[in-house]
Structures are given as C-alpha cells and as structure tokens.
C-alpha cells in the first residue's frame, strides 16, 4: 500500500481542514512527520487507521472523541484516505460517530459512523461501498490481507507499543506470520493428509470386521479350516449327482409306460363307439331310398311344369287382346261422330271467306287516295305560315311608328338640358391638385399613427418580458439546484446499484470476487440515470428558454430605439397636421375632395349629354329605312295569301273532309285488312280439323284390323298348347294332374333334400373305413392294467427326490463355502493395498502434525523457516545499529507442540543467547524496527506474501543516543532505496536536520495545521 494524500477536518487537533498530499515527497520517499509535543503527528497515522479500519493506532481512543473540540460545531469530522495499492486506486473517506447541530432549530443531533470506498483507477469513479463503514474495513481487509491489529504490527509501529512484535507469543507470532505469507495452504495440506490417513485406517478395520462377520455367519471357526471343508464337500456333491441322474432315469421310463396304457385303452374305446354308428347308418339306409324316390318324381314334375305354364302365358295375352280391341272399336265410334259436327262448321267458314274478295277492291281504293290528302297537308300549312307573317308585319309596323314618335320627343328635351348644364359647367373652380396632395398628407399621418401604436405595444411588450425573464432566471436557478442534489444522491447511491447487480457466483466487476457476502444494501430512494438525465436535460432546457427570452428582449429593445428616431422625422415633416386632430382633418379634406368630385361629375354630364344628342340622331335615321322597308313586304304577302286559299279550295272539293288527314286514312286500310286476315284464318282452320280427323279415324281402323289378326293366331296357338300339355301328362308317371302337382318341389328344397343324402353315404364310407383301421391295429392287443403302471411310477418319483434333495443340500453349502473363500479373497486383497497406502500417507499426516519426527507442524515448519529468513535480514540491521553486538535468533525447542517461533537475542559481547524481553528500552527499539524491517523485506520478496511497502515508525528515536540514532538513519536510508516509503515520527531535533522530506505539523491555539517540507522536489 502506498498512501497518496490524507485530508483530515474537525479531527482531534485538526479544527479545520487539512490536506498533506503524500505524492509531493516524490516516489518512495523517507521523510519526517515532524512537530512539538501534542502538535497532531500521531493523529495523522490514527487517522489513516481510523480510515482503513475505524480504528485508531492505539485502539485506545473512542472513535466518538475524535471530533475534534477546536472546530466549528457545523463542520463535520472526517477522514479522506487515497492510496495505491495492487495496481489500483483506492480513497476511503470515514466519518466518526459525533454529534453536529441540528438542520432545523436549535441543538445538536448524534449522527452515526459513516464511509465511503472507491475504486478511483479509472476517469469514472466506482463506488465499492457506501455508507456501511463495517463493510470498508472488510473490504480493506481482503485487499491488505491484514487486519488492523496486524496492520499496527507491520505498517505503523506505533508510538509505544513497537516492542509487541518483539515480545509476542509464539502462537500470535504464528498466526501474524501465516497471515502475512498467506501459508494457510500448509494447513490445508495438514488437514488433507490426516483426513486421508484417517478415511485408509478406518477402511481397513471395516475389512477385518467384515472377515469376522463372514465366517461366523458361515459358522466356521477359522480360514483355514475352510479349504479342507471345501475338498469334503465337493466328493459328496459328485457321489449324489451320480445318484440323483439314475433315479431320475427310472422314474422317467414307469412315467412312459402310464401313457401307453392310457393309449391303448383310448383305442378300444374308440373301436367300440365306431362299431355302434356304423349299426346305426346301416338301419337308416331303406328310407334314405325312399328320399332318393321323392326327389326323382320332383325333378320330372319340374319337366311338365315348363307346358302348363306355356299354356297358361297365351291364355292371358289372349284376354289382353281382346281387351285391347274393345277399347279401339269405342274410339273409331266417338270419332265418326266429331267429324260430321266438324264438316258441318268448315262449310259456314267457306261461305264466309267468299266475302275478301270485295274487301280487297275497297282497300285498293282508299290507297290511291294517300298523294291528294298529303298535297291538301301541304298547301294547308303553307296558308297558315302566311297568315302568321302578315300580323307579324302589320304589328311591327305599328310599333316602329309609336317609337319614332317618341324618340323625336326625348331628343328635344336632351338638347335642352345640355345648354343648361354647359352653363353650369363654366362657373366651377379646379381643386384637383389640393385633393391630391390632401391624401398624401392624410396618409402619411396616419402611417404616423400607426408606427406610434406599434411602438407603445413594443414597449408594453417589453415591460412584460422583463417580469417573464425574472420568472426564468428563478426557474433556471431552482431546476440548477434540483441537480446538484440528484448528483450527488447519484454519488452516494452509487455503491447500492452495484450491489444490486451482483451475482453469486460471478466476478464482482470491483473486487473480482465471486462470492458477495455483505452488498451494500438497496437503497429506496436511489437516483437512476435516467432520472440524473433528466434533470440534466431540465437544467439545460431552462437555461436555453432564458437565453433565448434575452435574445428577444434585446433585439426588441433595437426594434423601439429605431422606429423612435423614424416616427420622430415623420412627425417633424408633417408640420402641425402631425398633432392636429385627426377628425377634423378628415373632415376638411373630404369636404374638399367632394367639391372636386362635384365638377368633375358635371363635365361627365356634358360629355355623355353630347355623345346621346348623336347617337339618338344616328337612330332616328336608321328607323325611317325600317319602317320604308317594311310597308313593301306587307304589300306583298297580301297578294301570295288570295291565290294560295284559292289552291286549297280546289283540292278540298276532291277529298272528303273525314279523308283528308293521312291518318285516318292509314286507320280505315288497317282495319278492312285485318278483316280479310281473320276470314280467311278461320276458314283454313276448320279444313285442317276435319282434315286431322280423317286421318285419326283411318288410323283406329287400321289397328281393329290388325288386333283382330293377332286374336285369331292366339287362339289357334292357346288350344295347340293345351293339347301338348294333355299329352304330356298322359306319358309320365302322374295319373292325374293333382298327383303332378303334389309330387312338385322347388329348387332349394331339391337341393336340400341332394346334400342329406350325399352326407348320409360319406358317413357310412367314413365309419366303415375307420371300424376296419382299428380291428387292424388292436389284432391280437391285450388290455394293459393301468392301476399296477401308476403305483409303479409312485414309488420310482420317491427315490428320485429324495436323491435330488441330497444333491440340492450339498450343492448349496458347496456354493455358500466357495462364494465365501471369494469374497474372503477380495478382502485380503483390499486390505494389503490400504496396509500399502497407510504407509505412505499415515507416516506423512504423522510428519505434517508433527506427531513424528521434529514434532513441528508442516506450517509452523514453514513458518519458522521462513522467519528464519525474516531473521536473517533483521540480524543484519540489528548488528549494524547496535555496533554488532546483536542478532536475533529463533529459538529452538524440540518435542514442544506450539513452539518454534519463540525470539532470542544473541550477545555478541556475552556469546550467550538470551530473551529479548531483557532487552534495554532503546536496544527494543532497535530490534523492533530491525525485525519490522526484516520482515518486509522477506515479505515483498516471498512470491504469494501480501505487499509492505510503506511503514510508519511513531516515536522511539528518542530512546537513542546520538551514535545509535546515526545508525538507525543510516539503516532507515539503505532500506528506502529498496523502493519503500518509509516515514518516521519524531520531535527529536538532529532528526529534523538529518532529513530534508519533511511534514511539519504546527500546532496553534485554533487548530493545527500541516506544511509539507520537500525541497528540490516542490521546484520540479
Ligand atoms: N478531540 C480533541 N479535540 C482537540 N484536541 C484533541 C482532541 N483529542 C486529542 N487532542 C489533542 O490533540 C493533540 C494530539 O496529540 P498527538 O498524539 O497527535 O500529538 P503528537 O504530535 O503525536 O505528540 P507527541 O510528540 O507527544 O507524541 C494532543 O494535544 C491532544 O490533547
Ligand atoms: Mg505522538
């Protein structure tokens, strides 16, 4: 650990705030903590305890009296430690248990220990834990792999107590040393060997038990005898076997000779049952002939039965015929009567249809009359369009006159107005150029007024924008403060976020450990990023809106300064209109204006009365040529309309009146030719039903006919029929037909009737067959006593298992006594092989606890040769500080478990090996710092040790004499080069001068304070 600054406040007699920044005495550096009595010097190494640990040096002092009682009751006491360690960069900053004024009212309120790590190695600052002290120490304590007890012992030896590495016992020695070299792994191994050695000797024991239990369950008394029980049993076993396969051999043979007597016996008793229903097929074979009868005369009556129903079949289409023929003769008679009532109809239809022949000329007339009627159309039409052409001229005429007339009339009186208003005209004044320049004015000052307006409305304007920057600035101010207090709750909640992504089992992102026993715990109110974020982008916001609002103001703020200086040139140019009132001004202008508008309406008057006075001549000119025109056109149609009546009359006396429209006479031909059409239609019709008639009735007496042909061959045919059946039945066996009729069967029955007697001859065959096949095989067999046979096969089943059980026993015990000298083999076995392992690690285990040999522990071994070492180097120092009289030695005492570790000093002036305890005051100081020494050199050098390279030596220089002193600083000196910082806390005065690195601390009636001393270094 290398300390890079402390700043201390409020602490012991530190009133204030101070700062010593370690980095100033350069790398590696031995410098002096130097000061009066009282002055501060040891409480700045409290105060680097105090931060690591909590504690003080001394651990004597309360924490709680740490405050310092110089200093401001606002100020809190506090301690901030920055300092190098393992590559990284570590600050604590502590804070005792103290009480501090109350925020709100009078009086003071106790707060409690609180602290802060950080991991400062890189540009953002990691917080390792927050606010729980205890877990800093804990942290503190991983990192230096030394408590604050052991801390004190080998970084800071502090004022009076440097002499307890000197003195302590062997086993705190022990401890402190495992500690430092980190040799637990010793007493891993310690503990693995007897842990092993035990597991091997508790396995052998359970193999003897084992061995003893296997033959007492076997019931015998020893290995040995085993064997021979062995060899007995297994002559025993073969002789039974032996005896067991013979037994079973003869039992075998009676159980065969059973089943062929029950065979035979089956035999018999089949023979006898056979010969029974062969006697019994043969007793019905006179009716089976009888059933072969029935089913001959069947099949002879199925033959006959083929003619009766021929016979049968020409009787009833002979009865369908005749039927049929009825039925078309009944027809033939409706028809003949129908056809005279329809000859009669066709014969007034004739008669009727003679009448077309006058229609036709009639129609033929009223068509010429089509050319006549059109013409009379025409010249009508023309006489009407004539008609409307006359009124049409007559009645212009007479309005072109009236309007003559009255336009003569309205030019007198336009003529005699205009010599009026001429008169008029000439007596007016001219004030077009005084209007003009009227509304110049006019505008001017009203674009005056309005510039005025805009202006008082910038200024208002202006008046609210500053009470709106206010408002700004504070929103500003209040949103500035909100993140300064999410920033540093963001600080402070740091540690808790971390902790909250841990996760057991993986790497803290911090520390690298993988086990997280005590997280900084959640904190409820902690501040998110986002939220930090947030209010960021606030701060930033506001600060724009208000930038932004100035801007406005400012440029609104030119806005009035310029339109001020135009409004005032405007003004001054516009001479007293500018302030006149505005009404009035109006008022005289528009009076003046409306003069003007008055003459120039009047010249209008005359121009436009001129312009009329010609074109109203114009007109009348114009309208005399109509009127002159339009008399010679009435002339004319008078004339054209007498000789068109007279055309028309002409024509009428031609065509009568109801024939003149082409209509009507379309009409009277439509409907003389629709006459024609229905005469002639009903006539055609009445000779196409007579017609169908006729033919209808030829047809019925063309199919009688034909019936009456078939009707005579079937008859023929039925009574040839008849008389072949009659025959028939006279040839075969039937003496009648109701004798045929009760020997018939149909198909199946026959069918039926085949099978019973085909099965009944198969049985017969079969049974006779098989009665023959077992007289064959039973010739000359006698019948076998079944009842000796079994008794016979009882008696040889006894012997067979009584022989069999005899072999199952031996064989059993055979196999229990083979299986045991086995499992007695694999034991043996098992136990000679641990025997083998016992012997290496037992004596092993033995040698590491030290319960053989040295009787040392394999760590305290480890140990004592490493404080041989640490030894080695403290001698060399203490020899040169005490002019060589001494060096430190361990000292040895065999066959005593905690020993080993014990100090000696040896006299070089006595040669005689003594305690240190007898040691002088100064010459304890001397071996102290000699052994503090020794042992960070070992340390550092010692691959897996923890890191010493800073110590604090508080005090004890004073115990020395000059040349000692001269020593103990020459040694200090040598020791520095080795890349150490090394600072040493005195008030003895040839130290001050012997040492340039200095801190001083001066002590005040309002506090202490720190100067740091480095001369040529601060320069650099
Ligand atoms: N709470 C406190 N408030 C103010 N002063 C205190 C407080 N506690 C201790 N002191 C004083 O602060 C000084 C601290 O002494 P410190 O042990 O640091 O002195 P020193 O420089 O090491 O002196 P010495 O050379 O005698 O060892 C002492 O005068 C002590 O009485
Ligand atoms: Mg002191």
């Known amino acids: 650990m290398v300390p890079l600054y402390l700043h201390l406040q409020a602490f012991g007699p530190f009133a204030g705030e101070q700062k010593l920044d370690f980095t100033q005495l350069g790398p590696n550096p031995l410098f002096l903590i130097n000061g009066p009595t009282g002055a501060g010097k040891s409480t700045l190494l409290d105060a680097i305890c105090f931060a690591l640990y909590g504690e003080t040096t001394g651990d004597e002092k309360d924490p709680r009296s740490l405050r310092s009682d110089l ?24 804070q005792p248990a103290q009480r501090v004024p109350r925020t709100r009212g009078s009086g003071l309120r106790e707060i409690g220990t609180e602290g802060v790590m950080l991991d400062l190695t890189e540009a953002t600052p990691k917080v390792l834990v927050a606010k729980k002290a205890g877990q800093i120490t804990g942290y503190v304590e991983s990192l230096t792999g030394l408590k604050a007890e052991q801390f004190r012992k080998v970084m800071v030896l502090p004022q009076g107590k440097f002499r307890e590495l000197l003195l302590e016992t062997s086993l705190k020695r022990e401890a402190l040393f495992a500690q430092l070299f980190q040799t637990d792994v010793f007493r891993q191994i310690e503990l693995q060997l007897q842990e092993r050695a035990k597991d091997i000797r508790t396995r052998r024991e359970a193999n003897e038990l084992q061995i003893a239990g296997l033959l007492e369950q076997a019931n ?83 033959q006959l039965r083929q003619l009766h129903d021929g016979v049968e079949q020409i009787s009833q289409r002979l009865a369908q015929i005749q039927a049929r023929l009825d039925g078309s003769q009944s027809q033939l008679e409706e028809h003949t009567q129908q056809l005279a009532r329809e000859k009669a109809d066709q014969a007034t239809h004739a008669s009727a249809y003679e009448r077309t022949a006058m229609l036709n000329v009639e129609c033929s007339r009223l068509q010429a009359l089509f050319p006549k009627a059109q013409e009379w159309h025409r010249q009508q039409q023309r006489l009407i369009a004539l008609n409307a052409d006359l009124t049409q001229v007559r009645l212009a005429l007479e309005s072109r006159t009236a309007e003559q007339q009255a336009r003569l009339e309205r030019m007198a009186d336009v003529k005699q107005a205009h010599q009026g208003l001429q008169a008029m005209v000439a007596a007016l004044p001219d004030q077009s150029v005084t209007v003009a320049h009227n509304k110049v004015r006019l505008s001017e000052r009203l674009a005056c007024d309005a510039l005025a307006s805009r202006l008082k409305a910038l200024r208002d304007e202006q008046a609210a924008a500053l009470s709106e920057q206010v408002t700004l600035r504070d929103a500003l101010q209040s949103a500035q403060r909100e993140q300064d207090r999410l920033e540093l709750a963001w600080h402070q909640s740091q540690a808790s976020r971390l902790a909250a992504r841990l996760q057991e089992g993986l790497p803290c992102p911090v520390c690298g450990s993988v086990s997280h026993p005590a997280p900084a715990p959640s904190d409820e109110h902690e501040i998110s990023d986002q939220m930090l974020n947030q209010v960021r982008r606030q701060v930033q916001a506001a600060g724009q809106r208000l930038a932004n609002h100035e801007a406005r103001m400012a440029q609104r703020a030119r806005q009035c300064d310029e339109q001020q200086v135009e409004l005032d040139q405007r003004q001054h140019a516009l001479g007293q209109d500018a302030h006149a009132d505005l009404t009035q001004l109006q ?54 309309h007498g000789s068109q009546q007279a055309t028309l009359r002409m024509l009428e006396q031609e065509l009568p009146e109801h024939l003149r429209s082409e209509v009507q006479l379309r009409l009277q031909i439509e409907g003389l030719t629709r006459q024609i059409e229905e005469l002639t239609q009903a006539w055609r019709q009445a000779e196409q039903t007579v017609r169908q008639r006729q033919d209808r009735i030829l047809g019925l007496q063309s199919t009688i006919a034909a019936l009456q042909e078939q009707l005579a061959q079937d008859t023929q045919l039925h009574a040839a029929a008849i008389h072949k059946y009659e025959q028939a039945l006279q040839r075969s066996e039937f003496a009648d037909t109701g004798s045929w009729q009760a020997a018939q069967r149909d198909e199946a029955q026959c069918a039926a009737l085949q099978q019973e007697i085909d099965g009944y001859y198969e049985a017969l065959h079969q049974t006779r067959g098989r009665c023959a096949e077992l007289g064959q095989a039973l010739d000359g067999v006698a019948e076998p006593d079944l009842e000796h046979c079994l008794r016979e096969e009882q008696a040889a089943a006894t ?134 020494l020794g042992l960070s050199d070992v340390v550092q050098a010692y691959a897996g040790g923890i890191r010493l390279d800073t110590l604090f030596i508080d005090e004890g220089f004073g115990s020395l004499d000059a040349e000692s002193l001269e020593l103990a600083i020459r040694t200090l000196i040598d020791l520095q080069a080795g890349g150490r910082t090394i600072g040493i806390i005195s008030h003895v005065s040839e130290l001050k001068e012997q040492m340039s690195l200095r801190v001083d601390v001066i002590p005040d009636v309002s506090g202490s304070r720190i100067c740091v001393q480095a001369p040529g270094l601060a320069d650099a």
Do not use: C, N
Not at 597 to 615: V, Y
Not at 860 to 888: C, E, H, N, P, T
């Open 71 to 94: 200093a401001d009751p606002s100020l809190v006491a506090r301690v901030v430690f920055g300092f190098r360690l393992g590559g990284k960069v570590y600050e604590i900053q502590r």
């Open 799 to 932: 012997v067979a298992q009584q022989a069999e059980q005899t072999w199952q026993q031996l064989r059993d015990r055979l196999l229990a006594l083979t299986t045991l000298q086995e499992r007695l083999q694999k034991i043996s076995t098992s136990s000679a092989a641990l025997d083998e392992e016992y012997a290496v690690y037992g004596t092993l285990s033995d040698v590491a606890s030290g319960r053989q040999g040295s009787k040392v522990s394999l760590q305290r071994f480890v140990l004592s040769v490493l404080l041989d070492d640490v030894l080695i180097g403290a001698s060399l120092r203490l020899r040169k500080m005490s002019r060589g009289r001494y060096q430190l030695i361990r000292r040895e005492q065999a066959g005593r478990g905690a020993s080993g570790l014990d100090l000696d000093v040896m006299d070089e002036y006595t040669g005689q090996q003594r305690a240190v305890a007898t040691l002088s005051g100064g010459e304890s100081f001397m071996a102290a710092l000699a052994l503090a």
């Open 587 to 640: 008022a005289r202008f528009a009076e003046q204006e409306q003069q003007l508008q008055a003459s120039q309406h009047a010249r209008q008057k005359l121009d436009e009365g001129l312009r009329l006075i010609a074109t109203l001549e114009q007109d009348q000119h114009t309208q005399e040529q109509d009127l002159a025109a339009l008399r010679t056109r009435l002339q004319t149609l008078s004339v054209t």
């Open 220 to 302: 015998i008394a020893e290995e040995k005898q085993l064997a021979a029980d062995i060899a007995e049993l297994t002559g025993a076993e073969t002789t039974a076997k032996s005896r067991r396969t013979e037994a079973a051999g003869r039992h075998m043979q009676a159980q065969r000779k059973i089943e062929d007597a029950r065979r035979i016996r089956a035999q018999i008793e089949q023979r006898d049952a056979l010969t029974a229903q062969l006697a019994q097929l043969e007793q019905r074979q006179t009716a089976v002939a009888g059933q072969e009868g029935g089913l001959r005369q069947a099949r002879a009556a199925a």
